[in-house]
């Protein structure tokens, strides 16, 4: 049962999901070109002020809400780091709602698309605004695979293909949340326990996401996960991004300039499922992002209806949980120069450019190709291919992924 979802506390989601949630400019950020990783983006010169921020640590504040889903509170978590730049976490879905950074004028604006919370989509949610996907991000073909030898069939949510988890997935969950922090960084560490048989999907699974948003002006997102029986799994954020300002009057992000540190992408048919086959970037020049280039440059060139990019692409160096993150991918907004990195320990990276976005009113305003997501995980339809790197979890193993959104200016 869903209960009043309009009236929201002091900080209100009208603040922190794009409706308005512009900030005064600090002061103006370094006058040193290139993109500025790690320093204080509002550091004021004066020596006073410099040493004031000094002594400013990050910090979390954990706020219930006036909602209730199935009879638990909805609540947001908003993180501030010493630099000013904020994130706001949701219980529900595990939902990254609001990212607010500054410009290169020193003007802070959300860049994470989201519902307004008055819209009757907002649990709902059928972009997946945010979400945190499960158990298996990315499409499964027909819904269907073998595990040891036993044919396992799952909710088909996408045509005759299942989808992010399935009909009610881990976006439509309350998670249990509990704010963290430590030196550096200001966090929420989100778990649900999904039951054997959720959605099709064998044995119990504990999962646990854990956002930090840190001083270097990284948002870094932490999972892991255990099983009692071998299971398939691929977690992923559907964060979608306009690094212009996550509102309906910014337009599209097909004038962000993004390079992918990706030689290969994976082929697909015409239901997006995997053929099974890996194809050469330099082979399809649309696909080809190992130079920076706009977004929209090539997009009349792709033959998909809706036409954009829904593929997922091969990470150079990407796959090995045991080591530090890559680079997946840098994207640039000329007009603002807000500058994100994404750093990943996962073999793929899906970069889809909201081509399902009609920009009407019930969907917030944004327009076809208002929002780009990146999103690091396990190839699609894993289960079934048996040539791409296994997606299997097994009792005593335990699932381990880290990407990292790294923002700055230039």
């Given at each position: 049962m869903i209960r009043s979802l309009f009236k929201f506390g002091l900080l209100s989601l009208f603040a922190v999901c794009g409706l308005g949630c512009g900030r005064e400019p600090g002061p103006p950020s370094s006058p040193n070109p290139g993109f500025t990783e790690t320093a204080d983006l509002t550091t004021p010169s004066n020596s006073a002020s410099k040493e004031a921020d000094m002594n400013k640590t990050a910090s979390v504040t954990r706020e219930k809400l006036n909602a209730e889903v199935d009879g638990k509170p909805l609540e947001q978590f908003v993180l501030t780091n010493k630099n000013g730049l904020r994130a706001v976490v949701l219980n529900w879905g595990g939902t990254l709602a609001s990212v607010e950074t500054p410009d290169r004028n020193g003007k802070f604006d959300n860049i994470v698309c989201s519902f307004s919370p008055d819209n009757e989509r907002f649990l709902k949610n059928p972009p997946y605004f945010g979400v945190t996907c499960g158990r298996y991000g990315n499409r499964i073909a027909k819904g269907k695979f073998t595990l040891d030898g036993t044919e396992y069939t799952l909710a088909t949510n996408n045509g005759g293909n299942h989808l992010h988890g399935g009909v009610k997935a881990f976006d439509k969950y309350i998670w249990n949340a509990e704010p963290v922090q430590g030196e550096g960084f200001a966090g929420v560490k989100l778990t649900l326990v999904s039951p054997d048989g959720d959605e099709g999907y064998p044995g119990t699974l504990t999962s646990v996401v854990t956002y930090k948003l840190t001083d270097k002006n990284e948002l870094r997102i932490e999972y892991s996960a255990t099983t009692d029986k071998a299971t398939p799994l691929n977690l992923t954020n559907h964060g979608y991004w306009n690094l212009k300002g996550a509102r309906a009057e910014t337009g599209t992000v097909l004038d962000h300039v993004m390079h992918l540190n990706c030689d290969?992408?994976?082929?697909?048919?015409?239901?997006?499922?995997?053929?099974?086959?890996?194809?050469a970037v330099k082979d399809d020049s649309p696909m080809d992002f190992t130079k920076a280039k706009p977004i929209g440059q090539d997009l009349g060139k792709l033959t998909n209806d809706p036409q954009g990019y829904d593929h997922c692409w091969v990470i150079n160096g990407g796959g090995d949980s045991t080591k530090e993150p890559v680079l997946a991918a840098e994207v640039r907004e000329p007009s603002t120069g807000r500058v994100m990195r994404v750093l990943t320990t996962e073999p793929g990276v899906q970069f889809y450019t909201g081509n399902y976005l009609p920009g009407t009113p019930d969907v917030h305003g944004f327009a076809k190709h208002g929002g780009f997501c990146l999103e690091t995980q396990k190839f699609p339809d894993s289960p079934n291919q048996?040539?791409?790197?296994?997606?299997?979890?097994?009792?005593?193993?335990?699932?381990?992924?880290?990407?990292?959104?790294?923002?700055g200016v230039e």
């Open positions: 290969s992408y994976i082929a697909v048919d015409d239901e997006s499922i995997p053929t099974g086959k890996l194809t048996l040539s791409f790197p296994s997606c299997i979890l097994k009792p005593g193993e335990t699932y381990r992924q880290v990407t990292v959104h790294v923002f």
